[in-house]
């Protein structure tokens, strides 16, 4: 028998403060609610309830890297960030392309219990871009696999992802796209532009980024098929999104937290815990991306948390990992940069970081619900008055490598719970 | 630097300086047996000037010229590491060379000692030189190395807390030359 | 407190002429029949190569024993890209043999920035060149060598020649004139032209020809082979003769114009024989003032109880202050 839950005079969406009843995996009751026997009351004055965050862009390593992360240590961290759900990308070792491999990161996911994992498939054999994976198997799989990604490379041989599009359309998958043209990018280690050139370090220009964005809008409205951009990076990449939308075109995209906060100037230290891949921007580029998230043209935050262990980082920047932590803090840097700037509110966080996120993975029958009577009880309670200083040693993630070491950040996540089980209470793992 | 120092007291005018070259010039000469094999080698800053105005005293005494040339001693200093990096002094060697002649080390003020043990080592690497001499216009005391000087322009009692200030029309920007005995908290020479 | 030399663009003009006085002063010695001085007795300057330089190598290693350092050459064929010793380990072991300065040449850019300010090494530390970043030694004996032929800086006019894009020493030879006040006219293909480069304060022209009458000095970059097949530019030939240095291109220089190159030439690829052998060039010379200009460089950074020049180790610090983008909403 499961611990039944009364979330008292928490505001729903950042609204009226009212309760919430989680019994049995669902929102029993909802309102003005009485005292309810055998219950845990908990006292949610002035804290900010959502649905349950779903991130579609999680590093979690395991199999492969279990040095670097594993699936208990990153949906631990995960549960404490808010999020119920994470779609586990597929560059693991050996690679998310077979429907074995993705069973068993479904599996362990399942086993861990901190939230619900959602393997991401390759599109191609390996991540070489070569041929098509076997991306039915792992449709019909026990881990359901509906987004399907070569994260890390771009699937940029444009017939492939044409054949990638169109075959996903026979269990409503979706291409989530890299978008990285590799021969502008050979040895890319930071944003293109005056910095790059002073610190000698090779560019990563936006048209590298852009380029591959136009294509595959144009390959989505042909197929008809459903593309979805993984962590857009650029002004024009937002444009170029905008215009997809405005056609009509079957496009979705999304954004990290660190993509809206920090800019490419911290490459100056360089220190590689700021090397990422797509590289941090300009602040034009973050102020583009901010307007994008803030009016729907980006339709998620996705953390793309890559957990790296130190030695990766602890060494010369062109030898160092590409990639940052992010789960742990994306809400935060959500708050400070969308809601405490005035750009959005929490129901439009609600939407991008769990509504729409859920939408795009599939999994919108289970996840990015209303908090209503009759939903699964997938809720996140937040105080969005709290500070908190990040270090980075006390992360549950297995590894340290946060880019926001030092930083007071503003909002910490109080409780979580997934289907009515707290994985979370007073901001420690339940 | 203010030219001349707040609380300073003066203990030689232009006269005195003056009259202590001229009386320094004789000596050289005397002891040298006339100024054949004489070559006068100031240590910079002041010491260089110091050396070119007692070259000229030898010209108008002796009628020959010595030649003269600066030793520049900071890297032989044995307190670089006590203070910040400094800028280095002009060295200029005559083209005689120092081989066999005899060298006059000329400073402004004698103290501790370890300003002429350094240069004693700088002139090593550079030659070998028949003997070497050391003319100073204050010898103000307080030795911490078995050096004396050959020649003083005037012995000056101090305490250690107090600072010599030689201040030369040549370098200082000043009307006239003069010595200064300053308080404790003056830049050090 | 300034500590090390990793860039010219750390370095103020004081500093830089501080560093060429001293440089001078030291070339004056350097005719004396004993050229040890005892100034570094008893501290220790480790050479640390990840890249193979017999010419910078030997020329800090001259320069460091002349005045009395111990000199330990370390160099650490792989770095930790092909899973040698990393950086850090390699750090930490100089650490513990009590390096006092360390001489760094590196592939990855910025090398030498994180030996600074990793926190893995209290020891000073001085770039030999990290990746194409920068090369602080090599623009200050050009800066010397080209100071003791021009005079001086101000009204000068200095073109550089060649691979920018890909050239430490070019950056470092932009920040540090531009420091001194000469001007600087980058002339290049625009695909060895790095990005941004507008900003640089230089000029920049894709046409040698118009630089070269008003030049007092010209810099030829090496063209390293490799960049051919990068599509950099279409054939060698075609290089030379729009970028070379031939006999033809340096009789239109003025009459008193010196020819640089930081070495190790090619010889027929960007420059000709005849202009490398000829009584403009100052290569060799370039060469020679290697050895004083870093003898002043360790000697300003290593003998007083604080360096005279150089970069501040806190540099690195306060990132933080900087990561709210302008303009953005607050």
């Known amino acids: 028998m499961s611990t039944t839950y009364l979330i008292k005079n928490a505001s729903v969406l950042g609204g009226d403060p009212q309760d919430l009843l989680l019994r049995d995996g669902i929102i029993a009751d909802a309102g003005s609610l009485g005292p309810v026997p055998g219950t845990v009351v908990i006292d949610a004055g002035g804290l900010i309830a959502l649905p349950g965050l779903v991130d579609l862009h999680t590093h979690l390593r395991e199999p492969g890297r279990e040095d670097a992360e594993t699936v208990d240590t990153g949906t631990r961290a995960a549960a404490l960030g808010g999020f119920t759900a994470v779609h586990a990308m597929a560059n693991t070792d050996p690679v998310a392309d077979t429907a074995g491999v993705v069973e068993q990161v479904w599996r362990l996911g399942r086993e861990a219990g901190h939230c619900d994992v959602f393997p991401v498939g390759a599109v191609t054999v390996g991540l070489k871009g070569e041929r098509l994976a076997e991306l039915g198997a792992m449709a019909d799989s026990a881990a359901r696999v509906r987004v399907f990604s070569d994260d890390g490379k771009c699937v940029s041989d444009a017939n492939l992802m044409r054949r990638a599009l169109e075959y996903v359309k026979a269990f409503d998958g979706v291409v989530a796209q890299h978008a990285q043209e590799p021969r502008l990018t050979e040895g890319a280690q930071m944003n293109e532009g005056e910095l790059s050139g002073l610190l000698g370090l090779a560019g990563w220009p936006a048209v590298a980024e852009e380029a591959i964005i136009a294509r595959d809008i144009l390959l989505a409205a042909h197929t008809k098929s459903r593309l979805h951009v993984c962590h857009v990076s650029t002004a024009g990449s937002v444009e170029l999104i905008r215009w997809a939308k405005s056609k009509g075109h079957p496009v979705t995209a999304e954004v990290t937290p660190h993509h809206l906060i920090l800019t490419e100037d911290l490459a100056k230290s360089y220190d590689p815990i700021y090397k990422v891949n797509p590289p941090l921007r300009s602040a034009a580029d973050v102020q583009a991306l901010r307007e994008g998230l803030a009016d729907g043209t980006i339709d998620a935050v996705a953390t793309d948390h890559a957990p790296h262990p130190q030695e990766d980082k602890d060494c010369e920047w062109a030898a160092a990992a590409m990639g940052m932590l992010g789960l742990e803090t994306a809400l935060s840097v959500v708050q400070q940069t969308m809601v405490d700037s005035g750009l959005m509110g929490w129901a439009d966080v609600a939407d991008r970081m769990s509504v729409r996120p859920a939408a795009i993975g599939q999994v919108d029958d289970r996840h990015g619900r209303p908090l209503a009577i009759g939903e699964p009880a997938n809720v996140v309670l937040v105080d969005p008055k709290a500070k908190r200083t990040v270090d980075r040693t006390a992360l549950a993630s297995l590894s340290q490598n946060t880019p926001y070491q030092g930083m007071e950040l503003p909002g910490a996540v109080v409780a979580t719970f997934l289907r009515g089980t707290a994985t979370v209470l007073d901001g420690k793992l339940a | 630097m203010p030219a001349i120092p707040q609380g300073a007291r003066p203990v030689l005018d232009e006269a005195d300086i003056s009259r202590a070259l001229t009386r320094i010039a004789h000596e050289i000469l005397e002891r040298a047996k006339g100024a054949e094999d004489v070559m006068l080698l100031g240590i910079p800053t002041r010491g260089t000037f110091l050396a070119d105005r007692l070259a000229a005293r030898i010209a108008d005494v002796e009628g020959t010229t010595v030649p003269v040339g600066s030793l520049d001693v900071t890297m032989y200093r044995d307190d670089l590491r006590l203070k910040p990096a400094r800028a280095l002094e002009r060295t200029e060697i005559p083209d005689e060379g120092v081989d066999g002649r005899l060298i006059v080390l000329v400073d402004d003020v004698l103290y501790s000692g370890r300003t002429i043990r350094a240069a004693l080592d700088a002139l090593n690497d550079l030659g070998r030189p028949r003997a070497v001499q050391l003319a100073v216009l204050v010898d103000r005391g307080h030795r911490e190395l078995p050096i004396r000087a050959d020649y003083v322009g005037k012995n000056l009692p101090t305490s250690q807390r107090e600072t010599v200030l030689v201040r030369l029309r040549e370098h200082d920007g000043v009307q006239h030359d003069a010595v200064y005995l300053g308080i404790e908290s003056e830049t050090a020479i | ?330």
Not at chain 3, 23 to 49: D, H, Y
Not at chain 3, 88 to 98: C, I, P, R, Y
Not at chain 3, 316 to 329: C, Y
């Open chain 3, 1 to 330: 407190m300034k500590r090390h030399l990793l860039s010219t663009a750390d370095l103020s003009r004081d500093d830089a002429v501080l560093i060429l006085d001293t440089a001078e002063e030291i070339a004056r010695l350097a005719a004396r029949p004993i050229k040890k001085l005892p100034t570094l007795r008893g501290r220790t300057v480790v050479n640390l190569f990840f890249e193979d330089s017999t010419r910078t190598r030997t020329s800090f290693e001259v320069a460091a024993k002349r005045l009395s350092a111990d000199v330990i050459n370390f160099s650490a064929k792989g770095s930790s890209v092909s899973k040698g010793e990393s950086l850090k380990d390699t750090a930490l072991t100089l650490e513990a043999m009590g390096a006092d300065a360390v001489v760094v040449r590196h592939s990855a850019s910025g090398a030498a920035y994180r030996l600074a300010t990793a926190g893995w090494s209290s020891s000073h530390v001085v770039n030999a060149g990290d990746g194409t970043h920068e090369h602080p030694t090599q623009a200050l004996l050009d800066a010397f060598t080209m100071r003791r032929h021009l005079g001086g800086f101000e009204e000068r006019r200095v073109t550089v020649v060649g691979d920018v894009l890909h050239s430490r020493v070019a950056r470092s030879n932009v920040h540090l004139l531009a420091t001194l006040g000469a001007r600087v006219t980058l002339a290049a293909p625009p695909t060895l032209l790095p990005v941004g480069v507008e900003s640089w304060p230089c000029d920049v022209s894709y046409d040698l020809d118009a630089a070269i009458p008003g030049s007092d000095a010209i810099m030829m970059l090496r063209v390293q082979r490799e960049r051919m097949n990068g599509g950099f530019f279409p054939t060698q030939r075609e290089y030379s003769r729009r970028y070379g240095l031939d006999a033809q291109r340096m009789a239109k220089l003025p009459d008193k114009a010196i020819v640089m190159h930081p070495g190790p030439m090619v010889r027929g690829m960007e420059i000709s024989a005849a202009v490398a052998d000829s009584d403009r060039s100052v290569i060799v010379e370039q060469v020679a003032n290697g050895v004083s200009v870093r003898m002043a460089v360790l000697y300003l950074l290593l003998s007083g109880s604080e360096s005279a020049i150089g970069s501040d180790e806190g540099q690195a610090q306060n990132q933080h202050q900087n990561t709210e983008p302008k303009g953005a909403a607050a």
